[in-house]
Every structure is written in structure tokens, then in C-alpha cells.
């Protein structure tokens, strides 16, 4: 398995600005996502974050909005910038350990983090 | 195209009642795995269990039972006398490879239980 953090917890925010969310994983890891949940709603992913090169984003999901960066195989950060009351969410941190792992298909998520914007 | 149904919006209990979440998959994939999580209200993502494709056998935890039905595309998650603790939003996932050969996990929208003492 994997433990995973992130940062912050929570976060109340103003219309306009941008927060950045850190995941910090205990070991290296194969692949980190990013998925948000609004309130009520489901999990939707919003990009996967590869190590060293740019994120892959799910349709309706772009780069401007959600950049992310992965610099490590441990580290990855998503922003979400220019916000607005909609980016009220829960947004998760997952990973994936890769394959020929007993556990090669599960993903383990993170602690989440509640971001309102007012 | 790949999609995880969960009909029950919400569903309320008296405890000590037996309640069956119901998930129902499509997918292409002939290899792919179903999952079950559980979402307290503190907000984490508790793992429930990991089922394969080729595998079919139900499976019992303690209170927790799994119905895996390929005919029917199903996997249906049942609690034995229910507890006020069992509260909270179930998710049914599912994940299949990509052409990345990676995986990626579809949920459904989830079921929302709550046992009343």
C-alpha cells in the first residue's frame, strides 16, 4: 500500500485567486492522479500527472485551470487557479504502485482536500 | 463505452437490517477490476475490496458480502445487521487498461446509506 498526505486540509478562498495542493506520497510510485468531487457528486478525474513531462487532462479539463506538476516520483502538486464558487470541491490526490504488484490495479487516495471559494 | 451504474441514490435503514447496495458495469475489456469504497463523512476513501474479472467467487468480510454476476454485469455489495457506523457514501468503481497501459478508474455515483438506531 501507500500512504499518501496532502496539503492543505482545507482552505477557504476568494473569488480570483489560485491554491495550490500538494500530495506527498511514502514511496515511489508508478502514477498520481487527480480527481475532484464536487458536493454530492461522484469522483471525476481531472488529470493524470506524469513525472517529468505535462499532465494528461480528461475532456473538459485544461491545463490554464488545473495546471499540475509531478517533478518527482513521490511529489505532485495541482492548482487551481482563477476561481469561482464552482471549484468548490473535494479534490483527491490517488496513485497507482504499477503493474506485477499484488496490488497492481488499485489506486490509493489521499486525505482529500475541501476547498470552498466564496 | 465504459460506465458504473448505481440506481440507489440514497438508501435508509433501521439498524440491524440487511442492506445491498446495487453496481452495474459496461466495458469492453475482457480483463478489468471492480471495486467498492466507502466515503464517512470525514471525506476519505476507505478500500472495501478489489474483485478481477476472472474471478467470480462471492466473497464475505466479517458483516460485508459481494455478489459478482459477469451475466448480469453486476457486483452488488450487501451489510448483515447494519450498524449506525456502516453511515456514509459507497462507491462502485470500476478500472480497465488504457492504451497508455495504465489503468483508470470510472466510479459511479455513488449510494448514499444511512442506518438509524
Known amino acids: 500500500s501507500a500512504v499518501i498526505s496532502q496539503k492543505p486540509s482545507r482552505d477557504i478562498c476568494q473569488r480570483g485567486t489560485s491554491l495550490t495542493i500538494q500530495c506527498q506520497v511514502d514511496?515511489?510510485?508508478?502514477?498520481m492522479f487527480w480527481y475532484r468531487q464536487q458536493p454530492g457528486q461522484s469522483l471525476t478525474l481531472i488529470a493524470t500527472?506524469?513525472?517529468?513531462?505535462?499532465?494528461?487532462?480528461e475532456s473538459g479539463f485544461v491545463i490554464d485551470k488545473f495546471p499540475i506538476s509531478r517533478p518527482n516520483l513521490t511529489f505532485s502538486t495541482l492548482t487551481v487557479s482563477n476561481m469561482s464558487p464552482e471549484d468548490s470541491s473535494i479534490y483527491l490526490c490517488?496513485?497507482?504502485?504499477?503493474?506485477?504488484?499484488?496490488?497492481?490495479?488499485?489506486?490509493?487516495f489521499g486525505p482529500g482536500t475541501r476547498l470552498t471559494v466564496l | 463505452a465504459q460506465k458504473v451504474t448505481q440506481a440507489q441514490t440514497e438508501i435508509s435503514v433501521v439498524e440491524k437490517e440487511d442492506v445491498t447496495l446495487d453496481c452495474v458495469y459496461e466495458?469492453?475489456?475482457?480483463?478489468?477490476?471492480l471495486f467498492w469504497y466507502k466515503q464517512p463523512p470525514s471525506g476519505e476513501l476507505v478500500f472495501l475490496i478489489r474483485?478481477?474479472?476472472?474471478?467470480?467467487q462471492n466473497e464475505i468480510s466479517g458483516r460485508y458480502s459481494w455478489n459478482f454476476q459477469k451475466s448480469t454485469s453486476s457486483f452488488n455489495f450487501t451489510i448483515t445487521a447494519s450498524q449506525v457506523v456502516d453511515s456514509a457514501v459507497y462507491f462502485c468503481?470500476?478500472?480497465?487498461?488504457?492504451?497508455?497501459?495504465?489503468?483508470?478508474?470510472?466510479f459511479g455515483t455513488g449510494t448514499r446509506l444511512k442506518v438509524l438506531a
Open positions: 474483485r478481477n474479472s476472472f474471478d467470480e
Open positions: 500527472a506524469n513525472q517529468g513531462s505535462e499532465a494528461t487532462y
Open positions: 466495458t469492453r475489456d475482457t480483463t478489468y477490476y
Open positions: 490517488s496513485v497507482w504502485t504499477g503493474p506485477g504488484r499484488r496490488n497492481s490495479h488499485e489506486q490509493f
Open positions: 514511496s515511489q510510485v508508478t502514477m
Open positions: 468503481a470500476l478500472s480497465e487498461g488504457t492504451t497508455s497501459g495504465t489503468y483508470k478508474y470510472i
